[in-house]
């Protein structure tokens, strides 16, 4: 029973509440973040941390005539609570359930759509122009996590905001605590006294009187600013966010809902760009998530009593694990061999070698762009770096895989993890593009696995070749085949037959090859015998095999977990009509050109015919007409 929650239907409802609802409030919220995660897994540290945030920014603003950019989005679990979204939160990233992210389709209260990091400042920037322009005098807010910071964008949007200094309030919500010591007595009297609407007033009036006078004027107006800034920043890290043109506040107890509201009204009265500087603490309020707050950024379901996550069926070893493994081994006997990841140890499965090799592994932090670029200076030097990076996320760095890594010929591999559809995180984080914006670059070899035994020697294969390299595999468990302990190239451009039929020819990629092998199994039982090839290469396609397969002249279809459009079969497409081969009938399987809706891998494999079952009904269906 949640009696305070019940009663909010929307942000309005919160301005009727008295202040000691509002800490109970806090608690329910949290509840019910812990009660939905614990079930459907989600980003329950982030959220869990901006509880009274969320409460303060809607009780003294007013969406949807005040607009909320979240970044990154998986900190708005409270705000979907509180804006109408609380009957259906417990479908929280289920298949046709609520996004886990800020979604404007969704509900009038998303003010932005925001899965990736670090772009709550410029879109805010944006939305506050057009505010302007259309002489509308609502406020625009854009709430940012500290590890966004980390993203060259959010400087970009820092600077432009700055300098056209529109009326627009920036939060930095910092989860780290890395400056705890600045909470207390004076850190408070500090942020009070430069929001007081009467001192905020007098600085600007002064100035302007001061930048009216001749040379002498501006010169106590510097010395004025100055004095201002040393003292900003003795006691706080105010002065960068100065030099950027905000007007800074904080650090302020992010927890403490007094004061939040006190600041934020101050601060709704200003006209000009103003940084809040907020102090949360990941994971608040479940001690499990306080205490190890990366394991807790985004879980899978866990018991509530404990904090234990709760283990799949078992079975085999992950992609992601078997890459680290295997990396690591490479690396103990090669020593160029380096590791990238962009802010995602763990979830790139490059722990153990960063603890193995400390001097060769590199966290930039949520820069792919620049991960990418400094991975080219290595190589450039002779060395061999492995960029282990999410499919969504390299998109980010495309122009440096292009200008900085192809357009050079330099040998740096791309260790593309979550490639196909990733699960509850949905269409912002569903890897089914990267063939097609890559596939078009010179210079750069493209590969996946069929199995995770494959998917070691396509890495030896990668860091062999000496020029760009890219390998692909999905997020999760592999399939349990032998481990070979000893790796090696495979022949580049050359796929592998597995199983010949008749009556037509699945070319299957990566994940797609067991599925094809088992729809040619049920295709068996019913007289329709097919041949199965393990594409293995996307770049250089294997020529000599697919024109072979073509000759038969029977049908051919083309399985891949990538967008339809510039993908594999694509490629597969290009190359037969290249060859004279155009009027062989050829399907292609794939993802449509639409983005793809959040849900668990297997249903959505199986909503896009791309498991066993629906690619055994294509067959039948081409097949017998």
Not at 102 to 111: F, L
Not at 364 to 386: D, K, N, R, S
Not at 555 to 570: I, S, W, Y
């Amino acid at each position: 029973m949640a009696p305070v929650l019940e009663k909010i239907n929307g942000p309005e409802d919160l301005k009727k509440l008295a202040g000691r609802e509002l800490v109970t409030l806090a608690e329910e919220l949290r509840q019910e973040i812990i009660a939905t995660c614990a079930t459907n897994g989600g980003h329950l540290a982030p959220s869990l941390g901006v509880v009274e945030l969320t409460i303060a920014l809607h009780r003294v603003f007013s969406s949807p005539q005040d607009k909320i950019v979240w970044d990154v989005g998986h900190q708005a679990y409270a705000h979907k609570l509180l804006t109408g979204r609380r009957e259906r939160f417990r479908t929280l990233r289920t298949l046709g359930g609520i996004s886990g992210f800020p979604k404007r389709a969704e509900s009038v209260h998303d003010a932005f759509d925001v899965g990736h990091s670090s772009t709550s400042i410029s879109a805010a920037l944006g939305l506050a122009v057009a505010r302007d322009l259309r002489r509308d005098r609502n406020k625009v807010i854009a709430v940012i996590g500290d590890g966004s910071m980390t993203g060259g964008i959010a400087y970009e949007g820092l600077n432009h905001a700055g300098h056209l200094n529109k009326d627009l309030v920036v939060i930095l919500n910092d989860n780290e605590m890395s400056i705890a010591e600045n909470v207390g007595a004076l850190s408070n009297f500090l942020s009070r006294t430069i929001t007081s609407e009467f001192v905020h007033k007098i600085k600007k009036d002064v100035e302007g009187f001061l930048e009216g006078l001749d040379g002498l004027g501006r010169n106590v107006l510097q010395v004025a600013k100055r004095a201002e800034e040393s003292l900003k920043g003795l006691f706080t890290p105010g002065m960068l966010f100065e030099a950027f043109g905000f007007e800074y506040i904080g650090p302020i107890d992010g927890h403490d809902l007094d004061l939040l509201q006190e600041t934020l009204e101050r601060v709704k009265r200003f006209d000009d760009a103003v940084l809040i500087h907020v102090l949360t603490k990941k994971g608040k309020g479940y001690r499990p998530a306080e205490e190890n707050p990366s394991l807790f950024h985004g879980v899978g379901p866990f018991e509530i009593a404990t904090g234990k996550v709760i283990k799949g069926k078992g079975g085999a070893a992950s992609y992601t694990g078997i890459f680290g493994e295997t990396i690591k081994k490479i690396a103990a006997e090669d020593d160029k061999v380096c590791a990238i990841t962009a802010a995602m140890p763990d979830g790139t499965g490059l722990t153990p070698f960063a603890k193995e090799f400390p001097t060769r592994f590199f966290d930039v932090g949520i820069a792919e762009q620049h991960g990418v670029t400094f991975a080219a200076g290595l190589a450039a030097e002779g060395y061999t770096p492995v960029f282990a990076v999410y499919s969504s996320f390299l998109q980010r760095a495309y122009d440096q895989v292009f200008h900085d890594v192809c357009l050079q010929n330099l040998p740096v591999v791309f260790a593309i993890d979550r490639a196909g559809v990733v699960g509850s995180d949905g269409p912002t984080h569903h890897g089914v593009f990267d063939l097609s914006y890559l596939r078009s670059l010179p210079n750069l070899t493209i590969m996946a696995p069929k199995d995770e035994n494959e998917l070691q020697h396509m890495l030896q294969t990668a860091i062999d070749l000496g020029t760009p390299a890219a390998v692909r595999y999905p997020r999760g468990n592999g399939y349990g085949v032998p481990l070979d302990q000893n790796f090696h190239a495979l022949p580049v451009g050359r796929g592998e037959v597995l199983r010949d039929g008749k009556d037509g020819t699945i070319i299957a990629l990566g994940t797609m090859v067991m599925p094809a092998l088992e729809a040619a199994t049920i295709l068996a039982g019913e007289g329709i015998e097919m041949t199965v090839a393990n594409a293995r290469f996307v770049k250089p396609l294997d020529r000599e095999l697919i024109i072979s397969l073509a000759g038969r002249n029977c049908p051919l279809f083309t399985v891949e977990e990538n967008a339809l459009q510039g993908g594999f079969g694509t490629a597969v497409l290009e190359l037969l009509a290249d060859e004279g081969f155009a009027d062989i009938a050829v399907t292609r399987l794939g993802f449509p050109d639409q983005f793809i809706e959040q849900g668990e891998q297997p249903e959505l494999r199986a909503c896009y015919g791309l498991d066993a079952q629906g690619i055994a009904a294509r067959v039948r269906e081409k097949i017998h007409g």
